[in-house]
């Protein structure tokens, strides 16, 4: 699959799905907070808050920041690792899996909205 999309392009196609998920009233995720669900249902787990911190370069309290918000929306949660029960590992939910699987159909129908606009040359 090639994707040849201009910076233009590519903020636009952002744009699009965003608004999209802002019409829907879909959660109102920061980019720390996306990019963290995104890790935890796109990389192969287990995830832990360590790991978490080392892979997106931010704070271990960000990340339980991060987590905080996203347990509360019931898009991830927190277990007890049973290997080692000083440390938590942090999980996919249904909920989570719904709401990934609905942004992205955002994301292909803004990336349908963007070709169609290219080809009728609203994008330059």
Sequence with gaps: MSIDLSELEALDLWRRAIVSSVRLDA??????????????????????????????????????????????????????????????????????SVFLREYGELIVAAARGLKNAKAKGALA
């Design 27 to 96: 959660p109102d995720l920061t980019a720390r907070q996306m990019s963290l669900l995104l890790t935890v249902y796109l990389t192969p787990p287990p995830h832990t808050v360590r790991g978490l911190a080392q892979t997106l370069k931010v704070s271990k309290p960000a990340i339980t920041r991060a987590i905080d918000r996203l347990s509360d929306m019931d898009l991830a949660r927190r277990k007890v690792d049973e290997a080692d029960r000083r440390s938590v590992l942090i999980q996919r939910t249904v909920r989570g």
